[in-house]
């Protein structure tokens, strides 16, 4: 089992503080990385960050808000320089901002294409840089989505998002195997989070998931945790290029 153990790993994670982000950090720190959690919040970090510190890991913090894409190399070259070069990075930081296609507005587009798309490809060529410049190894696990692969209505800018996550998952694990950089996405069902707690409380929506999933139930943080520890591991060191969904069946059924 020592395959799936990451002591002695430093693992940075956007979207650390809470939900699919936070439930990713606590599974690395639990299985013996250091982390490195990154939102825009302050106070929030600092709740997780002491929740995560019982492991006895390391727990940074690193605030920050993606959406000041121009910013992200200088302030990634910070947080190496004061905690360390992760060997590991977990872009699970994400919004959405919904409306009728016809109806989006700019700013909400290039707001959600900001955090979801461009930062995630900044964070992930500093992060390479910092790792052909040092010699090392790395592995990048991208958190994509079941709209990778799909659409619903009013989603048109998340839905553009998280299927260029999915080409820029396939590129850059082209771009950088030669180098010693592993690059996979998950691409979640529907994960009750706080984000998702108006649909999860929503009764006909609710039964909508249970009834459209053939596993029959929403999934948890922990659900998508694990496979991303996975894809950190040595255990995952022939996998690049991949989407791996983890959603209960639903893309294997109509």
């Known amino acids: 089992m020592n395959k799936f153990q990451l002591e002695g790993r430093r693992v940075l994670v956007t979207g650390g503080s809470k939900g699919i982000g936070l439930g ?13 959690l990154v939102a825009r919040n302050p106070a929030e970090l600092a709740t997780a ?14 605030p920050f808000d993606l959406r000041n894409t121009d910013a992200i190399p200088a302030w990634f070259t910070s947080v190496v320089a004061a905690q360390g ?42 992060f390479a840089q ?5 010699g090392a190894r790395g592995k990048i696990i991208n958190i994509a989505s079941l709209m990778t692969f799909a659409a619903r209505r009013t989603t048109a800018a998340y839905t553009a998002s998280k299927g260029g996550i999915g080409q820029l998952t396939k590129a850059l694990a082209v771009d950088w195997a030669d180098k010693g950089i592993l690059v996979n996405a998950i ?17 006909k929506f609710d039964a909508w998931v249970k009834q459209r999933c053939p ?5 948890a943080p922990a659900d998508i ?24 069946g639903w893309m294997a059924t109509f």
């Open 215 to 219: 596993l029959g139930h929403w999934g």
């Open 24 to 36: 990713i950090a606590g599974a690395m720190a639990a299985s013996g990385a250091d982390v490195i």
């Open 187 to 203: 691409a979640p069902g529907y994960i009750a989070t706080d984000l998702t707690a108006p649909l999860v409380n929503d009764p």
């Open 49 to 62: 960050a002491g929740t995560l510190r019982a492991t006895g890991r390391q727990i940074g913090v690193a």
């Open 85 to 126: 070069r992760p060997d590991i990075l977990v872009n699970a930081a994400g919004i959405t901002r919904r409306a009728p296609a016809e109806e989006l507005k700019i700013e909400d587009w290039n707001d959600t294409l900001a955090i979801n798309l461009t930062a995630t490809f900044l964070l992930s060529q500093a």
């Open 225 to 248: 945790a694990w496979p991303t520890v996975f894809l950190a591991s040595a255990a995952a060191d022939y996998i690049t290029g991949q989407i791996l969904c983890v959603d209960g």
């Open 130 to 134: 910092a790792c052909i410049a040092a």
